[in-house]
């Protein structure tokens, strides 16, 4: 399978992404890269590799770019020349841990939406206490929505979590601000209705203070209330780190238990770290694209290049069209 990436996107470019990208290629040998940036800046952090093809490109999206122009002005640059790869079917998927509006915008306009999906949708998998994660959406790319983009939104997320995460028959929550059936605004009472007829292993609602004890394996909500969400466990899990850092520099005596519990400490941030179970995926597109946090190290590139290749290795667009194609 062909997979184009931004070799430019992200705070730690292109270092970050060459390294993650020769990673990759080492452990999966179903794939080749497209790797598309500027020639000389790549340079320094490149190895030969069989499987790898370098485009040059001119230009680069930058993160302050506006999101809807900024893939159509910048035709040379790594972003658009890595989604124009997937709209010619050059590659069959893509990942960039650049300008998030961009490559959203960007994937609409050229790799295009899947007939029948009113909305795409972007999703991650989050962690939990139990480290098997829990895959959430919308996370921002439509701030409202109506019920039926939401139930949408459990129909991809159910194909995913089987197809990619393995899970034969995945939890479906709604999230809410409370668990009985009557709970909720307008919008999340009509979620709750339509859901509750599909074919779904709908559980009901979920609130947001259970997400991380496993409670459910699909959480679905509109992509206002799931982009703080997102922010709030990102924020929370980076404060619990810096908290425990200060408290166990705070003396010699803790200096020597923070020794003694290395190991566990560093389990603990895996444990945290989103980023080790990929990139967020937007759902409802032609193809699969695949959004790298911003600040993704080598590891979290090679994750999302994982994440990317098993979409396209078990057919999970496909698998979207058969469900969601209108009749």
């Known amino acids: 399978m062909k997979l184009a990436i931004d070799g430019m996107g992200g705070d730690h470019a292109p270092k970050a ?14 794939i080749e890269v497209q790797l598309y940036g500027h020639q000389q800046q790549l340079q320094p952090f490149l190895k030969e590799h069989e499987r790898l093809t370098v485009i040059h490109c001119e230009e680069v999206v930058e993160g302050e770019d506006d999101p809807a122009r900024a893939v159509r002005r910048k035709k040379d640059s790594s972003m658009a020349k890595m989604l124009e790869a997937v709209e010619e079917g050059r590659a069959d998927a893509c990942l960039s841990a650049g300008n998030t509006g961009a490559l959203m915008a960007g994937g609409l306009f050229k790799v295009g939406r899947i007939e029948g999906v009113s909305r795409p949708a972007l999703a991650t998998t989050l962690p939990t206490i139990d480290g098997k994660g829990f895959l959430m959406l919308d996370l ?20 995913y979590a089987q197809k990619v995460r393995g899970i034969e028959k995945p939890r479906v929550g709604l999230l809410n601000i409370g668990t009985e059936e009557k709970k909720g605004n307008e919008l999340t009472k ?22 991380l004890n496993n409670v459910a394996d699909v959480v679905v909500t509109d992509g206002f209330t799931g982009n703080m969400v997102l922010k709030s466990i990102e924020g929370t899990a980076g404060a619990i780190m810096s908290m425990l850092k200060d408290a166990f520099m705070a003396s010699s005596k803790t200096k020597i238990s923070a020794l003694l519990m290395k190991n566990e400490l560093k389990n603990l941030k895996g444990k945290l770290d989103y980023s080790e179970h990929g990139g967020a995926a937007l759902f409802g597109l032609q193809a699969p694209v695949v959004k790298a946090h911003g600040s993704s190290n080598a590891r979290a590139i090679y994750s999302a290049i994982r994440q990317a290749s098993i979409m396209v290795e078990h057919d999970v667009v496909d698998v979207i069209k058969a469900t969601i194609a209108p009749n």
Do not use: C, H, W
Request: net charge negative; glycine share 8%.
């Open 140 to 159: 921002g790319a439509n701030s409202d929505a109506k019920p039926e983009n939401i139930v949408q939104y459990a129909i991809m997320g159910n194909i």
């Open 17 to 30: 992404i060459v390294e993650g990208v020769l990673l990759a290629l080492e452990d999966f040998p179903n």
């Open 190 to 211: 009509a979620v709750f209705g339509q859901l509750k007829e599909t074919d779904l292993n709908f559980i009901g609602n979920v609130e947001a203070r259970d997400l």
